[in-house]
């Protein structure tokens, strides 16, 4: 099905009048290095790797129609998981007045707050690419949108599941095992059709998102399995899940308050949780050209034991500066405490600045803490990293 859906987009793009195509992208390698020894054997404390991100776009029918693609393709030196490829992008988009339709490999963004980003569901995670999540694997769709003065409607059937990536045994951020195959609800597996709605309208100073996602989840529940002959495994599980959101936007001068709340159906347990807070911007900090935001965001989760609810009843607290110099030097620090279980805590560091026109480097570090065994960050607890990455814009 994904190639049927790329072999598509391609021929409508091939079989129309193309115009000049225009080549841009990225390009760069990494080094991430580990604070302390690992709690596996087969992990190290150094990887590095190098990554290559093209990006063709065209447009044809006096830009009625345009062809977008955009591959990507990461080595490492140690983790062949890590080591992947993938087509990001590869749609053919046509817009009229008051309405487009997409079809091929996308990436969709929902979404309003910082620290997480519960309402975001058509795209996988690639987790293998980044820790913060903000890494997504191109998805298969259809997508029409209409638009009008009560909002914007956007319909969306994806024919094709893309399982989240993970690390292999040589990679660090894992859980004790490698995670192994992954297991289905559906009988479908893969080729499950999945469907999702969503509106998003300006009211005043409000941004408001509500969307419906009814077909496979994106985020999987681990299973720890016993084999007849003792051998042991942890495999990811996909079940089938109806998810209702809401995303929430105010703009007030300096403030944005933000608000993302779901309640899924269709796991082990249903739950609902929500991540909500502010950030207030300040311009011209004692007279300087410094800028600086300052973000605090309260995230809620009913699932008390699942490997990816980080944020049970944890606060966020951080600070962005903005040099607002020529090279757009931002920094970005950030601290979540969990409010029930003190020992419990993460922070992370993001910054980045360009060298020239062509040349970024950015700077990323993550740190967790915890001595509580249920808790995902237990498994975490001795993969404190930066990440340097250098980065080169053609």
Known sequence: MIQKLAAVALTVGLTQSVSAVEITGSAGIDLRYYLQDALYLEQERTYSSM???PELYSEFNDGQDTLIFKPFYRVDEHDDERTHGDIRELQWAHYQDNWET???????????TESLHLVDIINQTDAVESVDGEAKLGQPMVNFSYFS????ISVFVLPYFRERTFQSTEGRLRPPLAISDAMYESSNEKSNIDYALRWQSSIDEWEVGVSYFSGTTREPELITNVSGDGVVSINPYYAQIDQFGVDILRVSGA???KLESIYRQGQSEDFAALVTGF??????VLGSRYGLGYLAEYQYDER????FAVGQNDLMLG??????DIAGTEVLLGYVQDLEETATYSAFIEASSRLSANWRWKLDGYFFSSDDNDDPFFFLRRDDHLQFSLEYYF
Do not use: A
């Not at 008390?304 to 490997?307: P, T």
């Open 51 to 53: 990554f290559i991100s």
């Open 102 to 112: 997409k079809v091929g490999i996308g990436k969709v963004f929902w979404g309003q």
């Open 149 to 152: 003065d009560y909002g914007n």
């Open 255 to 257: 403030w944005l308050l």
């Open 279 to 284: 950030e207030y911007t300040q311009e011209g």
């Open 304 to 307: 008390d034991d699942n490997f």
């Open 319 to 324: 600070l962005r500066v903005m040099v607002n």
